[in-house]
């Protein structure tokens, strides 16, 4: 049972017409008060992602850390964050739902586009149990923008590049840190749980690019097929020019 009742529970945390690269984002914010709360958060999400019928959602995570004084304490807690289509859902905890969270993933026709590298912060961090990183292979199905950009625009050198430049040759506004705003997160340690409007807009400007920098490449190769009815036309000459609609590129 709560304090606060559950028709009151559901509508706080978030955060409405909040500006990120240019987009305006609905945010939610899952405390992890109700198991019922965060079902419906995440069904009500999944709904979002089928009715928009969406290619690209953006993921990111932030280990949270609680500022005292002169030092910052080590992160003992982390927020999941998913965005797509102006909405975006972040959650406080997984190790309870983990398994009903991790369903928002489970969509072969969607690409998630986020740090590959998440799951081995987590695992270095002690953050979710056995049971959690057994049920979920996170690399199977998580792409870095880089290693996007790079696969797609044939260009090897972004996939280690930063989260501006990956941006900007994707053809993408960025108007966030030249690196994304990296793995952390630094809350008030009066209440870990609450993000202020300035905390949120941090948590949430990795995801929103990853899914901006996503969805363009993707529409990239779909511009591409509709050029040509869906097919690619390779005109191979001795010196390993390849023609390809439109463009040409030197293979050595």
Sequence with gaps: ????????????????????????????????????IT????????????????????????L??????????SPKKFVLVFYASNRCLIFHSVTDNYSEIFRIMEDPNICFVGPTELLQQLHNHGYYNTSVRNYFPWKSVLV????????????????????????QEAGV???????????????????PMVLSEEMLKYTINDAVAHYLIGGKLLDTIDDKFRLFGGKYFRIIFPFSLVVLVGEIFFFS
């Design 1 to 36: 049972m709560n304090a606060i009742p559950l028709k009151y529970l559901n509508k706080i945390g978030g955060c409405s017409n909040m500006k990120v690269h240019g987009e305006t984002v609905t945010v939610v914010v899952d405390a992890a008060d109700s198991t019922v």
């Design 39 to 62: 079902k419906n958060h995440i069904a009500e999400f999944r709904s979002h992602l089928e009715y928009s019928n969406v290619k690209v959602v953006g993921v990111d995570c932030k």
């Design 64 to 73: 949270k850390t609680v500022f005292k004084s002169s030092q910052t304490s």
């Design 144 to 167: 870095s923008a880089g290693e996007l950009a790079a696969r797609i625009l044939n260009k090897p050198g972004l996939t280690t590049t930063a989260l501006d430049d990956v941006a």
């Design 173 to 191: 506004w960025y108007d966030g840190p030249l690196t994304g705003t990296g793995t952390e997160i630094q809350v008030d340690p009066k209440n």
